[in-house]
C-alpha cells in the first residue's frame, strides 16, 4: 500500500510569512509524528498524535509552531511568522499504535524541504 | 534527556569493503536502539533494532549489538554494495514515558563505489 505522503516536498517562503505542511499518513495508522531535521543536526522530535487523546506538543519550539490532526488522517503543522532558523527538513511519521519505539515501528516520509529567506 | 551521538561523515567506500558506523548513546534507564536508513529520495526506514543489553539485531547483512558497558550500537556490514549508498541515521528511545519519541543521530552518509 502507499507509504507516508508529504507535501509540498519544497517550500521556499519570505521571512515573517506563514507556511503549511502536511502529511497524509499510512491508512489504519492511529499515531502520526511530527520531527525536523535542521541542517547538520539530528532529527528533532515536535510533536505526537494518538487516536483522540491529547498530542504531545512538548517538542514544538515556540508558539509560532502548531499542528493539527484531523481524525485518524492527514495532518498540518503551521510556522507563522517564519524566521530563517526554521528552514530544515520536515519530516512526518506514523505507526500502527503509537505505543513504544521498540515494538511499534515508525514509517516515515519523504520530508518537506523548508527555506526561509 | 536522551542523545545519540554518531561519526561524522561522509564515508566513502569500495564495494566488497567492511563498514564500521560509530554509535554511541546516552540515556537514563534501558533505552532501545535503532539504525534507520535513507535511500535516495526516500523516506527514513527502519533498518535494525535492539532493545535490550547484548541484543543484536540485524538485517539485509547489517548488524549492531546493543553493548550497554560501551553505551554503543555500531553498525557494521561485512562487504558493501554500491546499493548500500545511503544517510545512516542511528536513534534511541525511552524506556519510560515518551517511549514514542525516537532521538536521532546526525546521520552518517555512506557512498559505495564500483
Known amino acids: 500500500g502507499a507509504g507516508v505522503s508529504q507535501s509540498p516536498s519544497n517550500k521556499v517562503t519570505e521571512k515573517g510569512k506563514d507556511v503549511e505542511l502536511r502529511c497524509d499518513p499510512i491508512?489504519?495508522?492511529?499515531?502520526l509524528y511530527w520531527y525536523r531535521q535542521r541542517l547538520g543536526q539530528g532529527l528533532e522530535f515536535l510533536i505526537y498524535?494518538?487516536?483522540?487523546?491529547?498530542?504531545?506538543k512538548s517538542g514544538l519550539p515556540s508558539d509560532r509552531f502548531s499542528a493539527e490532526r484531523t481524525g485518524e488522517s492527514v495532518s498540518t503543522l503551521t510556522i507563522q511568522r517564519t524566521q530563517q532558523e526554521d528552514s530544515a527538513v520536515y519530516l512526518c511519521?506514523?505507526?500502527?499504535?503509537?505505543?513504544?519505539?521498540?515494538?511499534?515501528?515508525?514509517?516515515f516520509g519523504p520530508g518537506t524541504r523548508l527555506t526561509v529567506l | 534527556g536522551n542523545s545519540v551521538t554518531q561519526m561524522e561523515g561522509p564515508v566513502t567506500l569500495s564495494e566488497e569493503a567492511f563498514l564500521t558506523i560509530n554509535c554511541t548513546y546516552t540515556?537514563?534507564?534501558?533505552?532501545?536502539l535503532f539504525w534507520y536508513v535513507q535511500y535516495p529520495g526516500e523516506g527514513l526506514q527502519l533498518l535494525l533494532k535492539?532493545?535490550?543489553?547484548?541484543d543484536k539485531g540485524s538485517n539485509k547483512g547489517f548488524e549492531a549489538t546493543y553493548r550497554k558497558e560501551t553505551t554503543s550500537f555500531h553498525l557494521e556490514k561485512g562487504s558493501v554494495q554500491v546499493s548500500d549508498s545511503a544517510v545512516y541515521f542511528c536513534?534511541?528511545?525511552?524506556?519510560?514515558?515518551?517511549?514514542?519519541?525516537?532521538?536521532f543521530g546526525k546521520g552518517t552518509k555512506l557512498s559505495v563505489i564500483p
Open positions: 511519521a506514523s505507526s500502527l499504535s503509537g505505543g513504544r519505539a521498540r515494538t511499534d515501528t515508525q514509517y
Open positions: 491508512s489504519g495508522h492511529t499515531a
Open positions: 498524535f494518538q487516536g483522540n487523546s491529547a498530542p504531545d
Open positions: 540515556a537514563t534507564g534501558y533505552p532501545s
Open positions: 535492539a532493545t535490550k543489553a547484548d
Open positions: 536513534a534511541s528511545s525511552y524506556s519510560g514515558a515518551g517511549s514514542y519519541q525516537l532521538t
